[in-house]
C-alpha cells in the first residue's frame, strides 16, 4: 500500500512542488521547466484508460452480483413468467391464446366480481384514509395528550392476520353477534363485513404513511396565513391539506391494493359476494383449474400494477416540505381541538381493541354467547381440522426463517445495487427486478409458484410441497419493501468511504463487514422485524403451497372457519397474534442492544 502511494503521489505532484531534481541547481530546474510547454488538466475525473485488471475482489464481486440475480430470477422473475405463460395454455398443455381470457370474460358472474373488486376496494380505501388523515393530524399537529400512546394503540392490528378482524365481526355482527340490532335486521355476511374489516387491518397502513406526511411542516406557511387573517379552519384547508396531497393519494392507493388483492377477509365474511380473490381461490383449491386460476391472477395483476404505477409516479413529484429555511412547525395548544380529537383517537383507538380483543375473548369463553365462562377447551388444536399444533410450530419455525434469510439477502441485494461500481447495467436489473414483488398479489405469486416449482423439468422441483418454498415464497412476497428500506438506508453513507478504502487497497468484503453492516444493524433489525410479523400472519402467499406436513397456523384458521370452528379458528388467530407481538419485542430489545453495542457514533 505505501508503494502504492508514493507511486500516485510522484505522478500526480501537489500543487506548486517542483518535478525536477530538489538538489543544488534550481535556477536551471526552473529555467527547464519554464521551456517546458504547460499541460491543460482536465476539468472532469480522469477515466481509466484500460479496463480493470481481473483480481479476486472483482471475482467475488461478480459472483455476488450474477448469483443474487440468478437467485431473484428463480425466486421472483420466474414464477411471474410462469403465470403468465400458464394463462395462455389449456390445462392439457394445448396453447390456446387468449380463449380462456374469452371464456372467463363470458362466464356469469365475472362482470360483478370485477365490479364488486373495484368498487369495495375504492370505498375502503376512501373511509380507510379518511379516517386515518383525521386520527393523524390529532397525533401529530395538536397538543392532546397521549398522543404516543394513541399512535401505538393504532399500530396493533399489524401484528395481527386480517382473518381476526374477520372473525371478530363474526362475533359482533353475525346471526349469534351482540351488536347484530345495531344492522336493523341486515346482514353482516357481505360488502358490509367485508368493507368493514377491510377499514380495520389497514388502518394502520394508511396511518404511517400519513403521520410520516403530517410530521414535517413550514411554520412560516401558517404565520403567514395568520396575517392576512385566516382562521384555523382556513389554514387548514389552503395549507395543510394541500400539502399533505401526496401523502393522501398515496396512502389511498396503498389501500386500494391492499383490499383488492386481499383474499382472506372476503372468504371469511364475504357471504356470496363475488370478488375477484376469492375467485382464484375457487378455481385452484375448488375446481382445481390452474389455467384459469392464471386468467384470474393475471386479471389481478392489471389493478394492482396500474395502482403501483401511479404511487410510483407520485412518489417521484412529491416535493420536499421542508426547505433549507423553512422553520419547523411546534404544534401549538388549543384547547377545544385537542379536546375534540383527543375523544375522536379514543373512539377509534378504543374500537380498534375493541374489535382486536373480542375474538381474543371469544376464544376464551366455553360457548359464544351463552356460556362465557372462561376455558382452554378451544386451544385443544389436536382435535381440530387444520393440522392441529404442528401448523404452530410449523409457522414459527417458517417465520423465523424468513426473517434471517429476508433481512440477510435483502440486505445483501441493496447493497449490491447501492455500493459497488462495476457491473452496472447487472445492478440495474437486481433493483429492478427486487421490486417486482412490490406489484404482484400474494394469491398471484403463490399461484406461480406452483405452476413454476411443480413442473417435472424444473431442476428445484424437490422444493415443491417443503418447508423450504414456503419461506422462499414468504420472503419473495415481502421482499420490495424491506429492499427499499435497506437500500435507503445504504445511500445515506457517503461515497467516500469506498474512495477511502480503494485508496488504501481494502477489499469490499472488509468495508461490508466493518463499516456497513455495523452502521446499517438497527435497519436490519427492522427489516427482520417486518419479515418475522409478516410471515407470521400471511394467508394468500402460502393457501396454495403447503403440504399436509408443512401445514401453517395461518392456514388452519382458514380450515377450522370452513369447517365451522369458529371458536378454535379465534384461538389459533390469537397465537399467531401473540407470537407477532412477542417477536417483534424479542427483536425490538436486540434493536435496542444493538443501538447501544455498535451505534455510539451516532451520539456527540
Not at 198 to 210: G, K, N, Q, R, Y
Not at 271 to 300: F, P, R, W
Not at 553 to 577: E, N, Y
Amino acid at each position: 500500500m505505501s508503494l502504492a502511494w508514493n507511486a500516485s503521489s510522484a505522478t500526480l505532484p501537489l500543487p506548486g512542488s517542483t518535478s525536477g531534481s530538489t538538489s543544488g541547481n534550481t535556477s536551471g530546474g526552473s529555467s527547464a521547466q519554464a521551456r517546458e510547454k504547460p499541460r491543460s488538466q482536465p476539468a472532469g475525473p480522469i477515466e481509466p484508460q484500460s479496463r480493470p485488471a481481473l483480481n479476486a475482489e472483482r471475482i467475488w464481486l461478480a459472483v455476488l452480483v450474477f448469483g443474487m440475480l440468478a437467485l431473484l430470477l428463480f425466486a421472483i422473475a420466474m414464477p411471474v413468467a410462469a403465470l403468465l405463460g400458464h394463462s395462455f395454455w389449456t390445462s392439457d398443455g394445448r396453447f390456446s391464446g387468449l380463449a380462456q381470457y374469452i371464456q372467463y370474460a363470458s362466464t356469469p358472474g365475472v362482470g360483478r366480481s370485477l365490479f364488486n373488486s373495484l368498487w369495495i376496494s375504492a370505498f375502503s380505501a376512501t373511509l380507510c384514509v379518511a379516517l386515518a388523515y383525521v386520527y393523524a393530524y390529532g397525533v401529530m399537529r395538536t397538543c392532546m395528550p397521549l398522543a404516543r400512546l394513541f399512535r401505538a394503540i393504532a399500530l396493533v392490528p399489524l401484528l395481527a392476520p386480517s382473518l381476526l378482524m374477520a372473525i371478530s365481526l363474526i362475533y359482533l355482527f353475525g346471526t349469534q353477534g351482540l351488536l347484530k340490532g345495531l344492522l336493523m335486521g341486515q346482514t353482516a355476511y357481505g360488502p358490509f363485513g367485508i368493507i368493514i374489516g377491510s377499514v380495520l387491518w389497514t388502518f394502520p397502513h394508511a396511518l404511517m404513511i400519513l403521520c410520516t406526511t403530517l410530521a414535517s411542516g413550514d411554520a412560516r406557511l401558517y404565520e403567514a396565513a395568520a396575517t392576512l387573517g385566516a382562521g384555523r379552519w382556513r389554514s387548514f384547508c389552503q395549507v395543510t391539506l394541500p400539502g399533505s396531497r401526496y401523502g393522501l393519494m398515496i396512502s389511498w392507493i396503498v389501500v386500494f391494493v391492499l383490499v383488492v388483492t386481499d383474499f382472506s377477509v372476503p372468504k371469511v365474511i364475504g357471504g356470496n359476494t363475488q370478488m375477484l380473490a376469492t375467485d382464484i381461490y375457487k378455481q385452484v383449491i375448488g375446481q382445481q383449474n390452474l389455467s384459469m386460476g392464471a386468467v384470474v391472477a393475471m386479471l389481478l395483476l392489471v389493478p394492482a400494477g396500474l395502482a403501483f404505477a401511479a404511487e410510483r409516479h407520485l412518489r417521484s413529484r412529491q416535493a420536499a416540505s421542508m426547505a433549507v429555511r423553512s422553520v419547523p412547525l411546534v404544534p401549538q395548544p388549543h384547547a377545544p381541538i385537542d379536546r375534540a380529537l383527543l375523544v375522536y383517537c379514543c373512539v377509534v383507538g378504543g374500537a380498534l381493541l375493541a374489535v382486536l380483543f373480542t375474538a381474543v375473548f371469544a376464544s376464551l369463553v366455553s360457548y359464544w354467547p351463552y356460556n362465557l365462562k372462561l376455558s382452554l377447551k378451544n386451544y385443544q388444536f389436536d382435535m381440530m381440522d387444520g393440522g392441529g399444533w404442528a401448523s404452530y410450530g410449523n409457522s414459527l419455525l417458517m417465520a423465523a426463517s424468513t426473517a434471517v434469510i429476508g433481512a440477510s439477502l435483502s440486505f445483501l441485494t441493496a447493497y449490491l445495487v447501492a455500493k459497488p461500481t462495476g457491473f452496472a447495467r447487472t445492478r440495474q436489473w437486481l433493483h429492478a427486478i427486487a421490486t417486482i414483488p412490490m406489484a404482484v398479489p400474494g394469491l398471484a405469486l403463490g399461484l406461480g409458484y406452483i405452476l413454476f416449482f411443480n413442473s417435472t423439468t424444473n431442476p428445484l422441483h424437490f422444493l415443491y410441497g417443503s418447508l423450504s418454498i414456503l419461506v422462499l415464497c414468504s420472503v419473495a412476497h415481502f421482499f420490495s419493501v424491506a429492499h427499499i428500506t435497506q437500500l435507503t438506508a445504504l445511500q445515506q453513507l457517503d461515497s467516500e468511504y469506498e474512495r477511502v478504502a480503494d485508496s488504501m487497497g481494502v477489499p469490499f468484503w472488509t468495508l461490508l463487514w466493518r463499516v456497513h453492516l455495523p452502521v446499517c444493524l438497527p435497519v436490519v433489525a427492522q427489516v427482520a422485524g417486518y419479515f418475522f410479523v409478516n410471515a407470521m400472519t400471511t394467508v394468500s402467499a402460502v393457501v396454495f403451497l403447503y403440504s399436509p406436513e408443512t401445514t401453517l397456523a395461518s392456514v388452519a384458521v382458514l380450515s377450522m372457519d370452513d369447517a365451522g370452528d369458529i371458536a378454535p379458528a379465534a384461538a389459533m388467530a390469537t397465537m399467531i397474534f401473540v407470537t407477532a407481538a412477542l417477536g417483534r419485542l424479542l427483536i425490538g430489545a436486540l434493536d435496542a442492544w444493538l443501538h447501544r453495542r455498535t451505534q455510539h457514533w451516532r451520539h456527540r
